[in-house]
């Protein structure tokens, strides 16, 4: 069964089509990327699925349910984690609150534990900051718990992102542009945080411009071209699809 299963999906903004009748299906815990110029529409894509922006027509089902018209924190309750194109982390509390911040929509706190501050409550808090501590470490920064996310380098912060992400225990993890701006060295520990994600059966969908990285990682790629799905296939296929070629990585190269 698709995890996604997204149906003629269409934004449009004023005179421009961000997304023209984009139809694709995600295969449940995969590996997808969706690739495409700048402009094509990408994060247009990942902000329609998660309740950022409404789209102008189309269907979006989550799990086989029509989530086309819910809100973001709706979205997010339903298991579907997102990181930003352009990072958003809060920069004056520590990696270890960023991470914690991620697990708010999580149904498992009690609010009358909230209110009164019971022991229960206490010791799930103290559950809750040790979990974080192990996703921390999971995407390679339990040395940084400690650090104000403000003064981690960018690509840092991105792996920050993901682990807030990952306290939740995502369904579905969306990741826009994961590996801009790292250095080679972050984006190797980036393609393992990835790879071992998948592995532990989230569904991963990423937007990527490095080629090399959805290469390596993804199962299966989209590419987007103004607004237009243009092909989808294997990463082999799609990489040697002279539409793709003219499209994406033609113009690149030149
Ligand atoms: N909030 C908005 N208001 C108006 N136009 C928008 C808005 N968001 C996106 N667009 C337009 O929609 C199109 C697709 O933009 P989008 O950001 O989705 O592309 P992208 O593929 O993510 O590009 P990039 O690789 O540069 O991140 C562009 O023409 C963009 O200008
Ligand atoms: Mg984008």
């Not at 069964?1 to 997304?19: K, W």
């Not at 958003?88 to 498992?108: I, M, T």
Request: charged share 25%; proline share 4%; with cysteine.
């Amino acid at each position: 069964m698709a995890a996604l299963s997204v149906r003629e999906l269409s934004l449009r903004f004023g005179g421009v089509d961000a997304l023209a009748q984009v139809s694709l299906e995600v295969p449940d815990r995969s590996l997808f990327a969706v690739i495409g110029p700048n402009g094509a529409g990408k994060t247009s894509f990942f902000n329609c699925l998660t309740g950022y922006y409404r789209p102008t027509g189309g269907s979006v089902l989550f799990d086989g349910r029509d989530i086309t018209r819910l809100g973001a924190a709706d979205v997010a309750a339903l298991g579907i984690r997102r990181t930003f194109q352009n990072v958003r982390v809060f920069p004056k509390l520590s990696a270890r609150e960023n991470v914690l911040a991620g697990a708010h929509l999580r149904a498992s706190a009690s609010v009358l534990g909230t209110l009164f501050g019971t022991p229960a409550h206490r010791r799930g808090e103290r559950e809750l900051a040790e979990e974080a501590d192990r996703w921390l470490d999971f995407v390679g920064l339990a040395d940084k718990a400690a650090v104000l996310a403000g003064d981690l380098p960018y690509g840092v912060r991105k792996r920050l992102e993901v682990a807030r992400a990952l306290i939740a225990h995502p369904a579905m993890l969306l990741l826009d542009e994961p590996a801009a701006g790292v250095s080679s060295v972050e984006r190797e520990e980036l393609a393992s945080v990835i790879r071992r994600t998948a592995a532990d059966g989230v569904t991963v969908v990423m937007i990527e411009h490095d080629v090399e990285l959805v290469m390596q990682l993804a199962a299966g790629v989209a590419v987007l071209d103004r607004g237009r799905l243009l092909v989808q296939g294997s990463p082999e296929a799609v990489r040697a699809d002279p539409r793709v070629v003219e499209a994406y990585l033609g113009r690149r190269q030149r």
